[in-house]
């Protein structure tokens, strides 16, 4: 456990640690608690437990909590709850600051290094309680800490405490996790994501990480394959590895894997039980969503496209 010399670098401001017991950042890491960013997620169809990159967020709170604390406040919660009933288990949680129901602990809030070896033997419990609603479930890798973090990136509002999160308590925490955890590499030549089983040595996850996402930027194959499941994970990848630049043909395969999710979201499901129907309708759909990226893509053949061909292939000529 830190000591009270060890955490005079950590915030003492009122509200910066657990918003329940109201202590402070660095009096919940003196006292040796663990604190977790908190919120909601769906866990319907189970997906995510054996795929932790698509693990469903619907809310990220703006309030710490404690671990104590959030397992007392979990299972008040939980006392008139049907935990056969798969929609009511997503149901029990408590109220935050704003008034939003959380559910989950989402990503792990280390003050230093004494407090990441007093709170990690926790992570693996948290996982899997976040991703299958219970405790006791193995966890095949970190990937949702990523997703997290990805997130936060790309779906929250820009303001001045989501920054200061991401920046000065996410991306340090997930570097020390990162640094510390071992695990077996990618198989060489191989897109697949199950690590190499066959290897005879280990290297850390952040190596792993950067790894991922320099053969997808790198590769065309790996951005055909499942080797990324969320978009996310990647814009949290670059975050976590800065010097790495981001081609143009890059951004383009991340704005096209966006598009199709929008596209296939608006495609027509259970239209009335007439499959006919709704294959039909479907058809429609995606031919108009094809024009859609074509025109986007290529432009759309008329005059002001031709003549803005013409304009380049001069300029290129010149």
């Given amino acids: 456990i830190p000591t009270e010399d060890e955490c005079k670098d950590i915030t ?3 509200g910066s640690g657990c918003y329940l ?12 608690d663990t604190l977790w960013m908190c919120g909601r997620v769906s866990r ?12 469903a967020i619907e809310y990220v709170s703006s309030d710490l909590v404690s671990g104590s604390y959030f397992s007392m406040a979990l ?10 009933d798969e929609k009511a288990m997503d149901s029990i949680g408590f109220a935050d600051s704003s008034r939003q129901l959380i559910n989950v602990r989402l990503f792990p809030i280390y003050g230093n290094r004494k407090h990441f070896a007093a709170s990690y033997p926790f992570i693996k419990e948290m996982l899997s309680h976040t991703l299958s609603g219970r405790g006791d479930i193995h966890v095949v890798d970190y990937n949702a800490l990523w997703t997290c973090l990805g997130f936060m990136v790309c779906k929250q509002p820009v303001t001045t405490k989501n920054v200061q999160r991401i920046l000065f308590q996410m991306k340090p925490s997930l570097k ?4 510390f955890v071992q695990c077996k590499p990618f198989k060489e030549g191989s897109f697949a994501r199950e690590p190499d089983t066959s290897a005879t040595h280990l290297i850390t996850l ?24 969320e978009v996310n994970t990647l814009f949290a990848d670059k975050l976590m590895n800065p010097d790495m630049q981001f081609t143009h043909e890059f951004y383009l395969s991340a704005l096209l894997h966006r598009l199709r999710i929008m596209f296939n979201l608006q495609c027509p499901k259970n239209l009335d039980g007439d499959a006919e129907k709704e294959r039909a309708e479907k058809e429609r759909v995606d031919k ?6 074509q025109v986007l893509i290529c432009g759309d053949g008329s005059d002001g496209d031709m003549a803005n061909k013409k304009e380049e292939e001069e300029e290129k000529t010149t």
């Avoid at 299972?75 to 056969?84: G, I, Q, R, T």
């Avoid at 952040?206 to 499941?229: C, G, H, L, P």
Wanted: proline letters at 1%.
């Fill in 12 to 14: 003492d401001e009122l």
């Fill in 21 to 32: 017991s109201t202590l402070s950042f660095r009096e919940a890491v003196c006292e040796g």
């Fill in 44 to 55: 319907r169809g189970g997906v995510a437990v054996s795929n932790p990159e698509l693990i």
């Fill in 75 to 84: 299972e008040a919660a939980s006392n008139d709850v049907n935990n056969d």
């Fill in 176 to 179: 020390m996790l990162s640094e």
């Fill in 206 to 229: 952040a190596e792993k990480k950067r790894t991922r996402i320099r053969k997808y930027v790198d590769s065309f194959r790996a951005r055909q394959t499942a080797w990324v499941s």
């Fill in 288 to 293: 108009n969503h094809q024009r859609l990226l």
